[in-house]
T-cell receptor, first 115, second 112 residues
Framework: DTGVSQDPRHKITKRGQNVTFRCDPI?????LYWYRQTLGQGPEFLTYFQNEAQLEKSRLLSDRFSAERPKGSFSTLEIQRTEQGDSAMYLC?????????????FGPGTRLLVL | DQQVKQNSPSLSVQEGRISILNCDYT??????FLWYKKYPAEGPTFLIS?????DKNEDGRFTVFLNKSAKHLSLHIVPSQPGDSAVYFCAASGWVDDKIIFGKGTRLHILP
């Protein structure tokens, strides 16, 4: 399967715990995006990387959230001291290119439930 | 302030008929528009896109129409099939901004 993969698919955690999600983009894609989707909403942009450089972060991304893409391939999204409001589907997408008007391809998502 | 609006939360269409999903946007800097389809517990799947230099793009049963003056786009599915039942997201991006802005989605039910 050469699509975007995410791990884990589901995560249940207790409030206050740290969680980390992984995304493996399509291999030739240099751009990687993280989105969050809550019930009844469309995906909301969190952050994105071009190769290993993090180029933009949304104001939705509080200081408890950190994302990395150390070698320009896979990426991790960590949430520290989780809160119940962090419960959502976390989506990763990737695209190829250096200009806009590129299609982003999404992974299956990681569904997080904070108890 | 929603920049991409899908005002119909749901739509029911008879199998074999045309499904028309609508989307409005407010940001005149948007120049690339996409439609994604999403099944439960899966990530969005890219369906079709259109650049602002065009007013129509067709791919099999799917056609997207763009009316720039009205800041409106629509997705036509002809003929509708049971497997088309899903949530459809309209999305847009601009040349100054890489991120995609999504609408809230429209749930399409194809009736037998």
């Amino acid at each position: 399967d050469t699509g975007v993969s995410q791990d884990p698919r589901h995560k249940i955690t207790k409030r206050g715990q740290n969680v980390t999600f992984r995304c493996d983009p399509i291999s030739e894609h240099n751009r990687l995006y993280w989105y969050r989707q809550t019930l009844g909403q469309g995906p909301e942009f969190l952050t994105y990387f071009q190769n290993e450089a993090q180029l933009e972060k949304s104001r939705l991304l509080s200081d408890r959230f950190s994302a990395e893409r150390p070698k320009g391939s896979f990426s991790t999204l960590e949430i520290q001291r989780t809160e119940q409001g962090d419960s959502a589907m976390y989506l990763c997408a990737s695209s190829f290119g250096t200009v806009n008007q590129e299609t982003q391809y999404f992974g299956p998502g990681t569904r997080l439930l904070v108890l | 302030d929603q920049q991409v609006k899908q005002n119909s939360p749901s739509l029911s269409v008879q199998e074999g008929r045309i499904s028309i999903l609508n989307c409005d946007y407010t940001n005149s800097m948007f120049d690339y528009f996409l439609w994604y389809k999403k099944y439960p517990a899966e990530g969005p799947t890219f369906l079709i896109s259109i650049s602002s230099i065009k007013d129509k793009n067709e791919d099999g049963r799917f056609t997207v129409f763009l009316n720039k003056s009205a800041k409106h786009l629509s997705l036509h599915i002809v003929p509708s099939q049971p497997g088309d039942s899903a949530v459809y997201f309209c999305a847009a991006s601009g040349w100054v901004d890489d991120k995609i802005i999504f609408g809230k989605g429209t749930r399409l039910h194809i009736l037998p």
